[in-house]
């Protein structure tokens, strides 16, 4: 028995099978199969090794990102000028990956809970029957009382009064000066798989050269300093345009890395791009162009709470971080190279048809391939 | 030497290797044989490229989220009625796509920096000693002083005074009106692979439509535009529920594409869930049910600082964008036509040792099969 | 007619091909080829099967954070004390998944609009000509008037005055309180291929753990209340530096899952690490150490509008959701097998090299494992 097993176990690792083969000697057989087996091994070699680079196993990263604004912006409404800092103009203050700078506002001061009349044009009236006591309207800034207001033809509110009148934007818009203001962006980023942390502050850019650069794709593409004009062109946006009635800009920070070379050649790219509200897109997509909310400051005034209500035109950033790293794995190398083997079986085939059903002497292959088991077939 | 590289060029290009193939004429082995192998060929048409489209390489989206909520609230407690807009109930008032509407609150007024004492409760004391002087409880309001209060019989703690008393939350919620507010989103999804950006404002949806349309899952299921209560009960809570206490809503926008065909059939679906503090859930998710964070307002009266502390109930919805884009790509082809040869290469093994070990005739075939190189093994 | 194709169908179904072999009876090629076979073999069921799970998809979850602070701060400025709460240090008050813990801060108390000479240092002058009116500066703080003041020899500009003077960082930091403040981290994950969804108050943290519980890597691994200053540390930093700047924690909430065994094993994991300013790092990264960021609080006094701002020096929190659920699935362990297969092949064809190239009988193997179709080859 032991003896048996012994024998089996010799016999099996001192044998090998080769597959038998027949040498077919036919120009024509052989050109076309040869052609198919060299574009099956250029297809993987070519275009699943070196073009998509098969060999390598893929992550995206998890990421973090701070943001920091620099830059004082100037107002001059009717004669009552100010100045507008970060603390006025950013929202929200922290330093998010997605915030907001204020380009344009409408400001309604001193605002206290009262009852005054609706805007003119939407919420006119005739008579009070046009108002409904406790209803609210869509569009409307807070409950009827049910009144029509005689001198303004429109109904009477419980609302944060006076109302706020949003029907002009003003134009040009009051903080141009957001142009000039500057966008500092520190992002890292880590590949879980490949244990691999990267920040957009790479080899070269120190304190010192962030303290005097600016980012421009050609002469300064690393450095993360941005100016906002800058940032609004990139994406294709008139600065004005986007400033008056807001607008949604993603800055995009590539990280596309081969990780089989040096670390350091592992570096953001940095892309700008419309999100909605896009001049150039088409219809639909402006139907709802614009970016603003409403922001309220509270203050009391004589034991009465009032507020300052803005509505906030802005440029809204989302620093959208898109990664890939690629690494050598041997894992997708054979599973590429397994199913390589796997289509130049089916090149084999292929040639196979041909030659067993194609050719003049089809009938000479297929004795020479076969051998059969029994005589009804080679009678 | 030129003369033999010319020859075995032509003999490579002009030669054709088949393998030679016992054609084994049995009916039981031929059946199972043929079955295994059409099963396999049923899987991986069927399966891998119909079902599972394995011809198809996929993709996530990076997305961009922007939100704005419409309506007003109004309260009135004790008889101070007042109304609630935009600027007073969403939190943060930016438009991000995480955010939360308020729904009920405590408010606690005219808090100042001082001493007073705690609540009744978990700061109960006897004598000065049970309050020690400079250290602070886990859930206490402030600084202890080292004093027991007499007529309360709590410590003092120095803390924004009088100390928030947050045990009763008001029921029926104060802004039960915020089952009528809407929400709108704005959504835009850039799938980078394939270089297709979709926004949820697709074909059809113009601001006409914006302007009177409202979600509802069959009638309107691409409208932008959600009534909250609407919302609420599409994810299962019961409004006075979630009002009351506060909750977390997930506002799932599916965006499952297929981009062999027609970009625009690649449309966002909109699904809604309770994220914790599902009434539904089993008992250990509903160890910290509810959602509420405190918030203050700050004012000078008198030259002294003061705040208004809200407790905020409210819920919080996050928008989350869930994408998978498929378009055809010859590698996962390819991929899957190799491995799926590869699985035919183990049906043949499988008929093979049926032939060889199970069948009655097997050393007539093992013969048939197997050419020996020495005469060791044909004795 | 019909009879043909039901004898072609009956041949096809009855018949069987199995390619006909040689078996080599030579001890080194054997030995050889059967261990090269051999290791196919344990790398595709060791590595890809049993190490690297290859019979499994994978998918990432879709994620929900909510976070809690509690604690109370206390600081003493000059003999004026004050406390700060939940609602004082935490920014956005909302619980996102990134937010600020103030642990420092510089104060400048009633700021209004109007014009005031700059900071000694960058903004000296000698006389107007230096103060350009009506220009700003990078590092300035309001639009210069174009007045160099005698008395600081700095321009004088409009802006928030008196202007913020930020030199001096408080050493030690003012709230150095808050090492004992606690966050509690509440998050769900939704696998959406599996239909999975998973909370971080798992089996057995319920209401009554989460009460008295403390994270700790060992003895806590699953408790999710974090004290501040566990977390600094875990991270790798001093608490009183990063209290100090400000700095960038990642909390990584880590779910790696393999849904083939019971879902209640998918637990998470929680990791700590600096995302920013890590004293540890390289120059590079120290371009830019600390986290602030300023923070206006407006009120009226006297019917001018002014404003406390204060520059926050704070620890940055990013709750980073990792997610990655396996489960069994056919399509990836039968594209595992096929591509085996076809690695086995590549063996064979290695063999074959070294059967026909190498061996001192190679032309006897030629002869058994070739046949021709001419005479040619055989002469």
Redesign the interface.
């Known amino acids: 028995m032991k003896n048996q097993i012994t024998n089996a176990l010799s016999d099996?690792?001192?044998?090998?099978?080769?597959?038998?083969?027949?040498?077919?000697?036919?120009?024509r057989?052989?050109?076309v199969?040869?052609l198919i087996q060299l574009g099956v091994l250029a297809?993987i070699i070519g275009?699943?090794f070196i073009y998509?680079k098969?060999y390598q196993s893929t992550d995206t990263a998890?990421s973090?990102v701070?943001t920091?604004m620099?830059?004082?912006g100037?107002t001059n409404v009717s004669g009552s000028?100010?100045?507008w800092?970060?603390?006025?103009y950013v929202?929200?203050?922290?330093?998010?990956?997605?915030?907001?700078v204020m380009t344009n506002y409408i400001i309604t001061e001193g605002q206290k809970?009262g009852t005054c009349p609706e805007l003119k044009g939407k919420h006119n009236c005739k008579s009070n029957a046009d108002c409904e006591g406790g209803s609210?309207k869509?569009?409307?800034?807070?409950?009827m009382t049910g009144v029509c207001v005689e001198s303004t033809k429109t109904c009477e509110?419980?609302?944060?009064c006076p109302v706020e009148d949003d029907h002009d934007i003003p134009d040009p818009p009051l903080l141009m000066?957001a142009e000039?203001y500057?966008l500092?962006i520190?992002n890292?980023v880590t590949f879980?798989l490949f244990g691999v942390t990267r920040?957009n502050?790479?080899?070269?850019?120190?304190?010192d050269?962030?303290g005097k650069c600016l980012h421009d794709p050609k002469k300064a593409p690393l450095c993360p300093i941005f100016r906002l004009g800058d940032i609004v062109k990139l994406s294709g946006f008139s600065f004005e345009t986007i400033a008056k009635v807001g607008g949604?800009i993603?800055i995009?920070v590539d990280w596309t890395c081969n990780l089989d070379v040096d670390v350091k050649h592992c570096k953001p790219q940095y892309n700008f791009h419309g999100?909605?509200g896009n001049p150039d897109e088409t219809?639909?997509?402006?139907?709802?162009v614009g970016?603003n909310?409403?922001?309220?400051?509270?203050?009391?005034?004589n034991g009465t709470?009032?507020?300052?209500?803005l509505k906030?035109f802005g440029i809204?950033f989302?620093i959208?971080v898109?990664s890939l790293a690629r690494k050598f794995d041997?894992?997708p190398t054979?599973?590429?190279?397994?199913?390589?083997?796997?289509?130049?079986?089916?090149a084999?085939v292929v040639?196979?048809l041909v030659?067993l059903y194609l050719l003049p002497k089809r009938e000479?292959?297929k004795n020479?391939?076969?051998?059969?088991?029994?005589t009804?077939?080679q009678k």
Chains 1, 2, 3 share one sequence.
């Not at 509110?157 to 944060?160: E, I, N, Q, R």
Request: glycine share 8%.
């Open positions: 099996f690792f001192f044998e090998y099978e080769t597959p038998r083969q027949v040498l077919v000697r036919n120009r057989v052989g050109v199969c040869r297809y275009w699943v998509e098969g998890v973090s701070f920091k620099k830059g004082v100037y000028e100010r100045v800092d970060v603390a006025d929202f929200p203050p922290q330093g998010d990956s997605s915030f907001v809970m609210f869509r569009t409307g800034h807070g409950q509110v419980l609302a944060w000066s000039n500057t500092f520190k890292s879980p920040s502050l790479v080899e070269g850019i120190d304190a050269y962030i949604a993603g995009v999100l909605y219809d639909k997509a402006r139907a709802s970016y909310f409403r922001y309220a400051k509270h203050y009391m005034e709470q009032k507020r300052t209500l906030v809204r989302d959208i898109q041997i894992i054979l599973t590429a190279i397994g199913s390589g083997v796997g289509i130049f079986g089916v084999t040639c196979d030659l000479f292959y020479m391939k076969f051998k059969y088991t029994d009804h077939a």
